[in-house]
């Protein structure tokens, strides 16, 4: 499974910024796909997070930080994962990655459990 973000950048405090995540070979069921993000000296953290098949297929888990402000939808037409991000605040500012987990509980905020990860885009917020 290959997993390619697109569409971050740098913007102003309050801006929107929206992410892609565009994957391919996919050729198993999921559990989970998601973005984390990860801030200089921070640990990774789930931001957001949808369940990928069975009967909780289509739920949506956000970070309580992000809830309100973040959205995130599949597409299946394009094969992608995008998270819209509005309100943008300078601590949203980190590399945010697409993963993807084959199995196991739906939303884990651990990292380690996540099979397959993009390259990550850079998101910047500025005050």
């Known amino acids: 499974v290959q997993l390619t973000e697109s569409g971050g950048g740098a913007v102003q405090a309050g801006d929107s910024l929206r992410l892609s995540c565009a994957y391919s070979?996919?050729?198993?069921?999921?559990?989970?796909m998601g973005w984390f993000r990860q801030a200089p000296g921070k640990e990774r953290e789930l931001v957001a997070a949808i369940s990928w098949s069975g009967p909780s297929r289509g739920s949506v888990y956000y970070d309580n930080r992000v809830k309100g402000r973040f959205n995130l939808t599949r597409d299946n037409a394009k094969n992608a994962v995008d998270l819209q991000m509005h309100n943008l605040k300078p601590e949203d500012t980190a590399v945010y990655f697409c993963?993807?987990?084959?199995?196991?509980?739906?939303?884990?905020?651990?990292?380690?459990?996540?099979?397959?990860w993009g390259q990550g885009t850079q998101v910047t917020a500025s005050s």
């Open positions: 070979g996919l050729t198993f069921d999921l559990s989970t």
């Open positions: 993963a993807a987990k084959r199995s196991g509980a739906y939303f884990s905020t651990e990292e380690y459990e996540y099979d397959f």
